[in-house]
Nanobody
Framework: QVQLVESGGGLVQAGGSLRLSCTAS????????MAWYRQAPGKTRDLVAA???????NYADSVKGRFTISRDNAKNTVYLQMDSLKAEDTAVYYC?????????WGQGTQVTVSS
C-alpha cells in the first residue's frame, strides 16, 4: 500500500511563492515518476508537472518558467516550488504516482492566490 501526504498549501498574494511537498510511503518512490495535478472548482484535474526517477521533468504550458518540480529520493519526497503565483493558480493540488494497474493520489492541499 502506498500513501502520499501533501503539505505546504495556503493563502498567498499574487506574485508570491509557495512550496508544496509530497512524501510517499513505500519503496516505489525511487523507481516511479511522480506528478503534481491541480483541480479548480468546476474544472477537471489537470497535470501541472511531472518528474521521472531519473530527474526528467515536464510542465504544463501555463506554469512553465514559474513552477519547478524536484525530488529527494533519500526523503521519498517530491516538491513543487511555485513562484510568481497568479489568481488562476488557485486550486487543490494533488500528488500522484502509479504502478501497473493502480494509481495513487494524495489527499490534496489547497492553494489560494489572492489578486
Amino acid at each position: 500500500q502506498v500513501q502520499l501526504v501533501e503539505s505546504g498549501g495556503g493563502l498567498v498574494q499574487a506574485g508570491g511563492s509557495l512550496r508544496l511537498s509530497c512524501t510517499a510511503s513505500g519503496s516505489i518512490f525511487r523507481v516511479n515518476t511522480m506528478a503534481w495535478y491541480r483541480q479548480a472548482p468546476g474544472k477537471t484535474r489537470d497535470l501541472v508537472a511531472a518528474i521521472t526517477n531519473g530527474g526528467s521533468t515536464n510542465y504544463a504550458d501555463s506554469v512553465k518558467g514559474r513552477f519547478t518540480i524536484s525530488r529527494d529520493n533519500a526523503k521519498n519526497t517530491v516538491y513543487l516550488q511555485m513562484d510568481s503565483l497568479k489568481a488562476e493558480d488557485t486550486a487543490v493540488y494533488y500528488c500522484k504516482t502509479s504502478v501497473p494497474g493502480v494509481t495513487y493520489w494524495g489527499q490534496g492541499t489547497q492553494v489560494t492566490v489572492s489578486s
